[in-house]
Every structure is written in structure tokens, then in C-alpha cells.
């Protein structure tokens, strides 16, 4: 900012708080705070009056108009965010309308997605909360019904197990199947009994 626009800052922090004002004044405040921007210096000495009883300095001139230049910058951005609606019936070109017409039938089937699944959840919603509304405690475990467990698939070992681990499930899986495992000072009855036998 020019210094003759540093003295009308300065005459208008005077109207708030009657500081006398001087050239030398001026020439100093233009020195630190010069490199404002004008019209946010004079918005930002009417928001630190409107808020503030104590007497402006350089240091709140620049913390203000920080705050003033942000605030711009955010109704800025939210300006040029909003949605924009092209229509088709807009556009005069009809391959150009043909074309926007098929971008707007492609970015609705997300939505339409998005609500049937919006739909599937909130009926099970409703319906679990039916259930639940009719029954005072939760519905007991039932036993397994179906096939037997497939102990081999259950008891494999994962890659990163020790080797005392796999062999430790391998002698678990032939237990289960009734048959020994061949170690040595095993207890299980399986290999008593089939040490017994041989």
C-alpha cells in the first residue's frame, strides 16, 4: 500500500480510538505493515474495533487482516465449489448434448447403487429390530447340524508355525481320528492301546 493509503488507515484506527497522528507516524506504520493490501487493512481495522476495546498496533493489523484474507479465500473456494448444473437442453451442439447426457446417465448409477443398498440395509435394520422387539432374551445358540468338521482342514498348520506346532496339530488330527500318532511317551488312549497291540 502507498504511504498517503497508510495515512487513511491510520485516520480511521483514530476515529476508534482518538490517537493523534502524525507524519512520522505514518512513515513507520508503512514500514512495518506496507505490504498489506489496502482494502483488507481497512476491513481488518473495523473487525478488531468491533471486537476489541484495546488500541491497534502494527503486529494486530497483520493478525487481522490474516483473518480477513482467510475468511475471502474460504467464500472463495466455496464460490467456485458449488455444483454447477449443465443441462442439456443448454447446450446447442447435439453431439455435445448427446454426451452429456450419457456422462449424467453414467454418474447416476452409483447413486441409484448406493440407494439400494441403502435400502437392503435399512430393512434388515427394521427387521432385526422387529426380533429383537419380540423376544426379552437373545435367541439360545443352536448345536451344528450339517457335515462333520473336516479335521484335516482344521488342523493344518498355518506357514509361519514352529515345527513343534505342526506336529503338535498333526498328532492332534490323528487323536481325533481315532488312530496313533507313533510318538513316543504319548498318553492319549489311541497310542496306548495301539502300543499295546504291537
Same mark, same amino acid.
Given at each position: 500500500?502507498?504511504?498517503?493509503?497508510?495515512? $487513511?488507515?491510520?485516520?480511521?484506527?483514530?476515529?476508534?480510538?482518538?490517537?493523534?497522528?502524525?507524519?512520522?507516524?505514518?512513515? !513507520?506504520? &508503512?514500514?512495518?505493515?506496507? &505490504?498489506?493490501?489496502?482494502?483488507?487493512?481497512?476491513?481488518?481495522?473495523?473487525?478488531?474495533? !468491533?471486537?476489541?476495546?484495546?488500541?491497534?498496533?502494527?503486529?494486530? $493489523?497483520?493478525?487481522?487482516?490474516?483473518?480477513?484474507?482467510?475468511? &475471502?479465500?474460504?467464500?472463495?473456494?466455496?464460490?467456485?465449489?458449488?455444483?454447477? *448444473?449443465?443441462?442439456?437442453?443448454?447446450?446447442?451442439?447435439?453431439?455435445?448434448?448427446?454426451?452429456?447426457?450419457?456422462?449424467?446417465?453414467?454418474?447416476?448409477?452409483?447413486?441409484?447403487?448406493?440407494?439400494?443398498?441403502?435400502?437392503? &440395509?435399512? *430393512?434388515?435394520?427394521?427387521?432385526? *429390530?422387529?426380533?429383537?422387539?419380540?423376544?426379552?432374551?437373545?435367541?439360545?445358540?443352536?448345536? *451344528?447340524?450339517?457335515?462333520? $468338521?473336516?479335521?484335516?482342514?482344521?488342523?493344518?498348520?498355518? !506357514?509361519?508355525?514352529?515345527?513343534?506346532?505342526?506336529?503338535?496339530?498333526?498328532?492332534?488330527?490323528?487323536?481325533?481320528?481315532?488312530?496313533?500318532?507313533?510318538?513316543?511317551?504319548? !498318553?492319549?488312549?489311541?497310542?496306548?492301546?495301539?502300543?499295546?497291540?504291537?
Amino acid at each position: 500500500m502507498k504511504p498517503s493509503e497508510m495515512g $487513511l488507515v491510520l485516520a480511521k484506527c483514530a476515529a476508534f480510538d482518538s490517537r493523534t497522528i502524525g507524519e512520522t507516524d505514518v512513515v !513507520a506504520w &508503512h514500514e512495518a505493515v506496507g &505490504h498489506l493490501e489496502f482494502d483488507l487493512a481497512m476491513e481488518a481495522v473495523s473487525r478488531f474495533y !468491533a471486537n476489541s476495546r484495546q488500541r491497534m498496533w502494527p503486529v494486530d $493489523l497483520v493478525e487481522t487482516v490474516r483473518m480477513v484474507r482467510a475468511e &475471502h479465500e474460504r467464500r472463495q473456494r466455496t464460490i467456485t465449489r458449488a455444483a454447477q *448444473r449443465l443441462e442439456p437442453s443448454a447446450i446447442s451442439d447435439p453431439r455435445v448434448r448427446a454426451a452429456v447426457r450419457q456422462l449424467a446417465q453414467a454418474a447416476s448409477v452409483p447413486r441409484q447403487a448406493a440407494r439400494d443398498t441403502d435400502e437392503v &440395509h435399512q *430393512r434388515a435394520l427394521e427387521r432385526a *429390530r422387529t426380533e429383537r422387539a419380540g423376544q426379552a432374551s437373545p435367541p439360545s445358540r443352536r448345536t *451344528r447340524t450339517g457335515p462333520p $468338521l473336516d479335521l484335516q482342514a482344521v488342523t493344518v498348520p498355518p !506357514a509361519w508355525a514352529r515345527e513343534e506346532m505342526r506336529e503338535l496339530l498333526s498328532d492332534a488330527a490323528l487323536h481325533e481320528r481315532g488312530r496313533p500318532c507313533g510318538r513316543s511317551g504319548c !498318553a492319549n488312549r489311541q497310542c496306548v492301546t495301539g502300543a499295546a497291540e504291537m
